[in-house]
């Protein structure tokens, strides 16, 4: 099962990744992603793709873990 990370040393709370992926992360009060779940079904990994690519920052990434 995939699981999308976040690495806190890259995110700069651009949120781009809570628009292209609304059902899996959210946005906390300073605008920094807070993931909703911690698997992404398959139905979300295009989206989740997505978020990855969009992110500025390059701290999204999927693991199989
Ligand atoms: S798009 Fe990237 S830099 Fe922006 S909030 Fe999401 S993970 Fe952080």
């Known amino acids: 099962m995939s699981r999308l990370e ?3 040393t890259r995110c700069d709370g651009h949120g781009l990744c809570a628009g ?3 059902d899996g992360i959210a946005m906390d009060e ?3 992603p807070v993931l909703r779940a ?3 079904t398959p139905g979300e ?3 989740a793709r997505r978020a990855i690519l969009a992110c500025p ?3 999204l990434r999927l693991t199989n873990r």
Request: charged residues 15%; proline residues 11%.
């Open 30 to 32: 300073w605008g920094f």
């Open 38 to 40: 911690g698997e992404i």
């Open 57 to 59: 920052a390059l701290a």
């Open 6 to 8: 976040i690495d806190w």
């Open 20 to 22: 292209l992926l609304p």
């Open 45 to 47: 990994l295009p989206d």
